[in-house]
């Protein structure tokens, strides 16, 4: 009986020698390195690059004259989702933007603006329209648009020539500056 208690314990003994075997060859043959190592960059002692200087805005009124109307309405195409263009259609989960540039801001009957949109007040200028595409929650405090901005200037001006465009009687374009 004593014997076969010693293989027993040899047997035991001689898997758990074999399993760290195994983990020792596997880690010799696949070598891994951490994807961010830890630790940070010090600095070198040079000279930091100087920043470029920052380019001074353009006007929305020069980006409203070269603006395509053509492209803008290719850009609102993912707008089409939420909201109709069209004169009398009705809203969608935004609403229509048909006759929206000189227009009172949540002023579309039978659409649910939010309390932020409903206080905002005034008419859709040009500017607030620039503003509010650029980021919508930034313009309006807790508006129902889920659309996180556009931070191209010039696609945001054609989006605006475009929707200019969608009026019985287009408001004029400001002066160019």
Same mark, same amino acid.
């Given at each position: 009986?004593?014997?076969?208690?010693?293989?027993?314990?040899? $047997?035991?003994? !001689?898997?758990?020698?074999?399993?760290?075997?195994?983990?020792?060859?596997? &880690?010799?043959?696949?070598?891994?390195?951490?994807?961010?190592?830890? +630790?940070?960059?010090?600095?070198?002692?040079?000279?930091?690059?100087?920043?470029?200087?920052?380019?001074?805005?353009?006007? @929305?009124?020069? @980006?409203? $004259?070269?603006?395509?109307?053509?492209?803008?309405?290719?850009?609102?195409?993912?707008?089409?989702?939420?909201?109709?263009?069209?004169?009398?259609?009705?809203?969608?989960?935004?609403? &229509?933007?048909? +006759?929206?540039?000189?227009?009172? #801001? !949540?002023?579309?009957? !039978?659409?649910?603006?939010?309390? +932020?949109? #409903?206080?905002? !007040? +005034? &008419?859709?200028?040009?500017?607030?329209? &620039?503003?509010?595409?650029?980021?919508?929650?930034?313009?309006?405090?807790?508006?129902?648009?889920?659309?996180?901005?556009?931070?191209?200037?010039?696609?945001? $001006?054609?989006?605006? $020539?475009?929707?200019?465009?969608?009026?019985?009687?287009?408001?004029?374009?400001?002066?160019?500056?």
């Amino acid at each position: 009986m004593l014997l076969f208690d010693y293989r027993v314990y040899g $047997a035991l003994f !001689g898997a758990i020698l074999f399993a760290l075997f195994l983990g020792v060859f596997s &880690n010799a043959l696949v070598v891994s390195t951490p994807a961010n190592p830890p +630790g940070f960059d010090l600095p070198s002692g040079a000279e930091p690059a100087k920043k470029a200087a920052p380019v001074a805005a353009v006007p @929305l009124s020069q @980006l409203l $004259a070269k603006a395509d109307p053509e492209k803008g309405k290719a850009l609102t195409k993912v707008c089409a989702t939420c909201h109709s263009f069209d004169k009398g259609a009705p809203a969608k989960v935004g609403p &229509n933007l048909y +006759g929206v540039v000189g227009r009172p #801001k !949540g002023s579309m009957e !039978g659409f649910s603006y939010s309390d +932020g949109m #409903k206080a905002k !007040g +005034g &008419n859709w200028t040009f500017e607030d329209l &620039n503003a509010f595409i650029t980021s919508p929650k930034t313009f309006v405090s807790g508006t129902k648009m889920g659309f996180g901005g556009e931070p191209s200037a010039e696609k945001r $001006a054609d989006i605006i $020539a475009y929707l200019r465009t969608l009026s019985d009687n287009p408001v004029p374009l400001p002066a160019a500056k």
